[in-house]
Structures are given as C-alpha cells and as structure tokens.
C-alpha cells in the first residue's frame, strides 16, 4: 500500500501528495484544524509501521493465540539432561534429569536420578516446588542451604 503521508524535517506528518504551499487549512474552527492534524498523525503512525490492515488483523489473532497458549504455560525450574543438586541427610547428591512428565492430577514432576553407572545408583520424583527448598541448580547453592542446615559450618 503506498503511503499517504511523509513526516517533515521536524517529524510532523504531512498529506505526501499535497503541494508544501497548499498544505495550509484554514477554519475559524481550531479544533477541526485540531482533529485534522491529529489524523494525519495517526494515519502517518500507522504507515510508519509498515503493515496493512490484513497484516495487523493477521498479527493480533497470532497474538491472541499465542496468548491463550502463555496462560496455560508452566515454567519449570531446569531441562532434560540438567544437573541437580539436592540436599538430603547431610549430604549433597548429585542428580541428572531424564524426563520432566505431568500426571493425571495436573501435578509436574521432575524424574532425575544419580550416577547410573554405579550400581546402587537411586531415582527421584521431584516436585518443582523444591527447587530452592531441598533441590538446587548450582552446587554453591546446595552447599548454602546444606551450612545453613548444620548451623552455619562449613
């Protein structure tokens, strides 16, 4: 759509197809002149943007969409294949994530377990809730709340 407005050296927007010395209007009325002015600005805003009206309908209904979908959303505290750090019994255990899953319930567990390799290797459900309480995504973290657990020693 070609524009029918262009801005001045001052940025005031301006009819484009309107010699400069026939853009003057003249009215006894300041606030039509007022309304006038304020037209040629908001269609020069549009146009700054460069969208047609399709494209804007277009972009508010993604928008909308997108929107509904956000509402739904749950953040969780860490990804598949993350490390985890939970604080248990005095000790730090280590904790890789396999798989983020939700229940029937609605409720979102983390599955994470120690180092497989080892044969008394141990799984864990975590509730993402636990993250800052019990479960931790960096080391210092943990040991953190592990001193503050023992009273402050390190």
């Known amino acids: 759509m070609e524009r029918l ?23 006894p009325y300041p606030n039509t002149l007022r309304c006038i002015l304020d037209c040629f600005e908001q269609l020069a805003k549009y146009e700054d943007k460069g969208l047609t009206p399709d494209e804007i309908k277009q972009l508010q209904t993604e928008n909308a969409s997108l929107r509904a979908r956000l509402d739904k959303a749950v953040e969780l ?16 255990k280590v904790l890789i994530v396999e798989s983020i899953h939700c229940w029937k319930s609605g409720k979102w567990r983390i599955s994470a377990h120690t180092d497989k390799t080892n044969k008394y290797w141990a799984g864990y459900e975590i509730d993402p809730k636990g993250f800052g309480i019990k479960f931790f995504l960096a080391e210092a973290e943990a040991q953190a709340k592990l001193d503050e657990m023992k009273g402050g020693a390190s």
């Open 5 to 27: 407005t262009e801005r001045n050296e001052r940025g005031f927007a301006y009819l484009k197809n309107v010699k400069p010395n026939e853009q003057d209007v003249e009215s």
């Open 77 to 92: 505290p860490c990804k598949v294949g993350d490390t985890v750090y939970m604080v248990f019994d005095g000790l730090i």
